[in-house]
């Protein structure tokens, strides 16, 4: 069966850096846009980032443009979310989700197929 697993998440303060990855099997990997999302305590399940099948493509939300980059390498099946300058609202489950649709992604979430258990991230002030 499919299976998304993050990892890397964890308690750092404002400022730093986190690197999430997000392991797939059970898919073939290349033929989806991969994407996070985030959900903070209260709060519903946002958008954050996807990368197109090929990497050629991606799209921020504009609360961590210029911060985050996203990153896939096919060959391994793993996505990546490279999170610098970390503020206190980037506190929240960070998730893993593939779409097996074609680029131009969705941001909603109901598009994605699969999804990951999520990884917590925690920004201290």
């Known amino acids: 069966q499919v299976q998304l697993v993050e990892s890397g998440g964890g308690l750092v303060q404002a400022g730093d850096s986190l690197r999430l990855s997000c392991a797939a099997s059970?898919?073939?990997?290349?033929?989806?846009?991969m994407g996070w999302f985030r959900q903070a305590p209260g709060n519903e399940r946002e958008f954050v980032v996807a990368i197109s099948r090929s990497g050629g493509n991606t799209e921020y939300a504009s609360s961590v443009k210029g911060r985050f980059t996203i990153s896939r390498i096919n060959a391994n099946t793993t996505v990546y979310l490279q999170m610098n300058s970390l503020k206190p609202e980037d506190t929240a489950i960070y998730y893993c989700?593939?779409?097996?649709?074609?680029?131009?992604?969705?941001?909603?979430?109901?598009?994605?197929?699969?999804w990951g258990q999520g990884t917590q991230v925690t920004v201290s002030s």
């Open positions: 059970g898919l073939t990997f290349s033929y989806y846009t």
């Open positions: 989700a593939a779409d097996g649709k074609p680029w131009p992604v969705s941001r909603d979430q109901t598009s994605y197929d699969f």
